[in-house]
Nanobody, 116 residues
Framework: QVQLVESGGGLGQPGGSLRLSCAAS????????MYWYRHAPAKERDLVAG???????NYGDSVKGRFTISRDNAKNTGYLQMNSLKPEDTAIYYC??????????WGRGTQVTVSS
């Protein structure tokens, strides 16, 4: 069964850190590009960060210098390290795996709430 499962969300303090994980199964994870998106209430879904199958990364402007995307192909898992959290980072975070000419695979999301 092809699936992505996010974990690691929860309540974070402003200025604090959280680490999200995205565990893949049913795909050859190493061949896929991986992305993190987020969707906050009353806002459009935003691309947070991406990492190619060769390890090249890119970030949304609002998270540059604070978030770091990475992957461990041996564990079929991607990560999003979130530092210096802000209340505006509150959203549901989704991971996506993408491969040219194949359908995208999405996880179900994990809630991140940043509040004191």
């Amino acid at each position: 069964q092809v699936q992505l499962v996010e974990s690691g969300g929860g309540l974070g303090q402003p200025g604090g850190s959280l680490r999200l994980s995205c565990a893949a199964s049913g795909i050859v994870f190493a061949g896929y590009h991986m992305y993190w998106y987020r969707h906050a209430p009353a806002k459009e879904r935003d691309l947070v960060a991406g990492i190619t199958n060769t390890g090249r990364t890119n970030y949304g402007d609002s998270v540059k210098g604070r978030f770091t995307i990475s992957r461990d192909n041996a564990k079929n898992t991607g990560y999003l390290q979130m530092n210096s959290l802000k209340p505006e980072d509150t959203a549901i975070y989704y991971c996506k795996a993408a491969l040219t000419n194949w359908a995208d695979v999405w996880g179900r999301g994990t809630q991140v709430t940043v509040s004191s």
